[in-house]
């Protein structure tokens, strides 16, 4: 079926440092969003984009125009409350339309 | 602003025990979803449903069945509970189009 592979798997920052997490897809997607899971378990939206690119403070996300097969976050300045594990979810067009695929994870550890 | 209520937030179950899960939305969202994350593991897509009555097979639908009798309502059954089981299920919605997706807060199942 498709899939969502997303990279780094574990991410250790410095504070103030900057870095940038991945999600490739295997096939075209209609949209992507970003998650971030706290250590309590909720799920916190941080970004949809059907296309381009869209910024939120320290948070800027990307998603290919073109082939619709990548999706990036950067994060800039990272700051302890960061800290989390980042999700990307991607919907695919055509008859899988509203089937949100959910990429593994990247487990960011923002250090002092 | 809406909410997504999931019930129980725990359950407890014994091995071979069908259990259910419900969930309630009033965003008057279209489409709802079950998901499945085990501990330190991405989210599994279980089953999702567009409008009332449609159900969608996802990647990890056996041993499992929903329901959605009701627009606002998406329940769903562990048909057969597998001992030492141990997950958290998650229920979501969103309207019908490619838009944001909102998360309950979770339903943790264990299985003596």
């Known amino acids: 079926g498709d899939q969502v592979e997303q990279s780094p798997s574990a991410l250790s920052l410095h504070e103030g440092t900057d870095s940038a997490l991945r999600c490739n897809f295997t096939?075209?997607?209609?949209?992507v969003q970003w998650f971030r899971q706290n250590s309590r378990g909720s799920l916190i939206s941080l970004f949809y984009?059907?296309?381009?690119t869209k910024e939120n403070g320290r948070l800027k996300s990307a998603f290919d125009s073109k082939e619709r097969r990548y999706s990036t976050l950067h994060i800039r300045d990272a700051q302890l409350e960061d800290s989390g594990t980042y999700f990307c979810?991607?919907?695919?067009?055509?008859?899988?339309?509203?089937?949100?695929?959910f990429g593994t994870g990247t487990l960011l550890s923002v250090k002092p | 602003g809406g909410i997504i209520t999931q019930t129980p937030k725990f359950l407890i179950g014994q091995e071979g025990q069908k259990l259910t899960l419900k969930c309630q939305q009033n965003?008057?969202?279209?489409?709802m979803y079950w998901y499945r994350q085990d501990s330190g593991k991405g989210l599994r897509l279980i089953y999702y449903?567009?409008?009332?009555?449609?159900?969608q097979k996802g990647d990890l639908s056996e041993g499992y069945d929903a329901s959605r009798e009701k627009k606002s309502s998406f329940s769903l059954t562990v048909t057969s509970a597998q001992k030492n089981e141990m997950a958290v299920f998650l229920c979501?919605?969103?309207?019908?189009?490619?838009?944001?997706?909102?998360f309950g807060h979770g339903t943790k199942l264990s299985v003596l």
């Open positions: 096939t075209t997607m209609r949209s």
């Open positions: 979501a919605s969103k309207t019908g189009g490619s838009e944001r997706l909102f």
């Open positions: 979810a991607a919907e695919a067009g055509g008859g899988s339309g509203n089937k949100l695929i």
């Open positions: 965003f008057n969202h279209d489409t």
């Open positions: 449903s567009i409008t009332e009555n449609d159900l």
């Open positions: 984009l059907a296309s381009g």
